[in-house]
């Protein structure tokens, strides 16, 4: 059993930092993208942002995004994912019935 948890360990390791990589270049995308007024970057980063877990900051980009183009329903759904993440189930679920008017 101890042999089968110490194999473990380095596969662990290497995921924990893969994971802390991906939140690095999350970060620096969103650094040089967040005053743009371009949604389709925006977007790109917010999704970065959403999948690396920090779920605060995709939802403040999606926002933006979607202030530079209201059509863009994939930025609602992003920022409905978000919302109900960090513990908002009713704005949440207000970003989607946004979408459906």
């Known amino acids: 059993?101890?042999?089968?948890?110490?194999?473990?360990?380095?596969?662990?390791?290497?995921?924990?930092?893969?994971?802390?990589?991906?939140?690095i270049e999350a970060q620096k995308n969103y650094d040089?993208?967040?005053t743009s007024n371009n949604p389709g970057s925006l977007f790109r980063v917010a999704e970065s942002m959403r999948k690396t877990g920090n779920f605060e900051v995709a939802a403040k980009t999606y926002q933006q995004a979607i202030q530079v183009d209201p059509t863009m329903i994939a930025g609602y759904i992003g920022l409905s994912q978000c919302l109900r993440l960090t513990g908002h189930p009713a704005a949440a679920q207000q970003t989607l019935n946004s979408v459906a008017r």
């Open 1 to 23: 059993m101890k042999k089968k948890i110490l194999l473990l360990i380095p596969i662990i390791l290497a995921g924990c930092e893969q994971h802390k990589q991906d939140r």
């Open 32 to 34: 040089e993208i967040r």
